[in-house]
C-alpha cells in the first residue's frame, strides 16, 4: 500500500531511521496539543526514542502484522497513522493517528483512515476495524463518525494518562457495512 498520495498532497510512506530527527521535531512542536490525549507523548522523548519507534514499526511491517506510515507534507512529516496490530484469529485491527495541530480540518486525516480502512478489508480481507478516541477530543472522533463508523460505546478508565486514566469512546466498522457505504 505504501508509499501513498492523498489528494491534497500529502503523502503516506513507511518511515525510515533517517526520520527520527524529523519526527521528533513535530511531536515536540506539537507536544502541548498531542501529550492532552496520547500518553506515549509524555512517556518518550528525544530522537532515539524516535528512532526506536521506527524500528519497531519496521519491524511489525515485516512480520506482516500492520504498518505504520508516515504523512509527509513537502518533504516534512506531519503526522502518522497505522494499525497498532492485526487480529488474524478475530480478523479485526485497529486504527490510530495524530497530525501536528496547524495541518488539522483540510481532511487530510479523513483520507488517510479512509485508505487504511480500505486496505485492512480489501487486501487483508479483514472482518472488522476499530478506533478508539479519548472522551473530549472531537476533532479525532469525527473522523470515524464522517467515515460512517458506528460508535459503541465508552470504555471507561481505559488508557493510563500520567497519573490518571482517560475514558474511550470505541467506533468500529464491519466489511459489509464498508462494502455497503
Do not use: K
Amino acid at each position: 500500500m505504501l508509499p501513498y498520495g492523498l489528494s491534497g498532497g500529502c503523502l503516506l510512506r513507511a518511515f525510515e531511521e533517517r526520520d527520527a530527527a524529523d519526527l521528533d521535531r513535530v511531536i515536540e512542536a506539537n507536544h502541548d496539543h498531542l501529550a492532552r490525549w496520547l500518553p506515549w507523548v509524555e512517556a518518550e522523548h528525544g530522537v532515539e526514542a524516535r528512532r526506536a519507534f521506527i524500528r519497531a514499526s519496521r519491524r511489525q511491517a515485516a512480520a506482516d502484522d500492520g504498518f505504520v506510515a508516515a504523512i509527509v507534507d513537502g518533504g516534512a512529516i506531519v503526522g502518522a497513522i497505522g494499525f497498532h496490530r492485526v487480529d488474524r484469529v478475530n480478523s479485526a485491527t485497529s486504527i490510530g493517528y495524530w497530525l501536528a495541530e496547524d495541518r488539522q480540518g483540510r481532511g487530510t486525516m479523513t483520507e488517510a483512515v479512509r485508505a487504511l480502512t480500505a486496505h485492512a478489508f480489501g487486501s487483508w480481507g479483514l472482518n472488522r476495524v476499530e478506533i478508539r478516541v479519548a472522551v473530549g477530543n472531537e476533532r479525532s472522533a469525527a473522523i470515524p463518525l464522517r467515515l460512517g463508523f458506528t460508535e459503541e460505546g465508552v470504555l471507561r478508565g481505559a488508557e493510563r494518562h500520567g497519573d490518571g486514566y482517560l475514558d474511550l469512546r470505541v467506533f468500529s466498522m464491519l466489511a459489509w457495512e464498508w462494502a455497503a457505504s
